[in-house]
């Protein structure tokens, strides 16, 4: 089959078909029908050949398709754009034929929020930004911005009165960036709400999600009004902690192409190998996420009836404050339980010293479980006042539920706060 009736042949079976039969076959196969491989090739090259410098300066000026060098362009990284495409964009596309989705994928997911922000917002713009969230994004903002000139206006994306605040008061933000589920406190941005209210107020305003935590499995952006969306790839859509990784799919056009440019140009663009090992991390995607998710409820409700523990937060629960939004705009509430124990840090402490199977390590969405302490670990960087105005509370412990036995997690999890 040509190059070019295979590409045609692999949109057209994407689009109507299943999520999981998507993480599977979208983008195999992408630009190599000569080789039958049934995976897909790892081409771990920095440059490409030319058979003649006519042919060289034709692919230089667009005037014919190749690759010339990998930071602008690899076979294998095509192929996760592609899949990424598919997963978090078939609806959209379905829904609107002429319009273009694209992913851009990145040396990591910092390099990916970054690169968004970059690409949307100059000297003297500004940009609307949740006053939680991954602490580097926090801190990226803090500074780069800041020293680019661009102000960021922090809000609480989970109040819609603040939001439509902000936007009054900002009519030519650039953006609005959520995080929901936000880490690691959990709490949610309505995106069909705060991207309605936007547009009515800038139609040009970027509706920018950090799609992270829920994963396209869960939760789809575009389908809610969002424009850009964004992973940290290193987490569930990898799943197995191998990589750092990150990508950027966008329904924009000029976004694309400034987010293209900012790859060229900064070189924040992922080894072969990386985007491979993403790429068949995805094919497991749905099958993971239904067993994080079902453990992860099942270890926030056994937490919520746990005599040393005083809160728990997770979207699942029906405690937790926004439920009724992660049943609207999620399908599943994810893989991560934040926790406080009523002994405060100190028993937290001694948790994390002391329980067994559950690794003590930042990160999140491998397979197996993860527990850390954001406070002194991922947001450590975010001032401590400014942590505890958003509810991130030096007693917080965050658990990425892995994919293990539920009796092992429970009982470990049980003997671990035994000793606090
Ligand atoms: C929600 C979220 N966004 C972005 C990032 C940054 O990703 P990376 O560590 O791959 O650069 C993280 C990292 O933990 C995260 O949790």
Redesign the pocket.
Known sequence: MEDSKQKDFIEQFYLDSGFATRALHAGEHVGQPETRSHTNAIFQTSTFYFHDAQEGADIFAGAKSGYVYTRLGNPTVKVLEAKINALEGAAFKLAHPDRTVSSLVFS????A?SAVFLSAASNGDTVLVSDM??G??EHFCRNVLARMGVKTVEVDMSDLKKVEAALEANPKAKLVYL?TPV?PTLKLADIAEISKRARAVNPSMHIVV?N??ATPYLQRPFELGADVILH????YICGHGVV???VVTTIDDGMKDSLYQVIKDVGASPSPFDAWLVNLGIKTLPLRMEKHCGNAMAVARHLEQHPKVSRVYYPGLESFPQHALAKKQMSGFGGIVSFELKAGFEAGRKLMDSIKMWTLA???GCVDSLIQHPASM?HACMPKEKREKAGLTDGLVRLSVGVEDLDDLIRTLDQGLAQT
Do not use: H, I, P, Q
């Not at 990591?108 to 390099?111: E, P, R």
């Not at 940290?232 to 987490?235: A, G, Q, V």
């Open positions: 990591s997911g910092m390099a929020v969230g991954y580097a994004t995080e880490n950090d992270t935590f940290s790839t290193t987490k750092v990784g990150g930042v990160s999140l991922t």
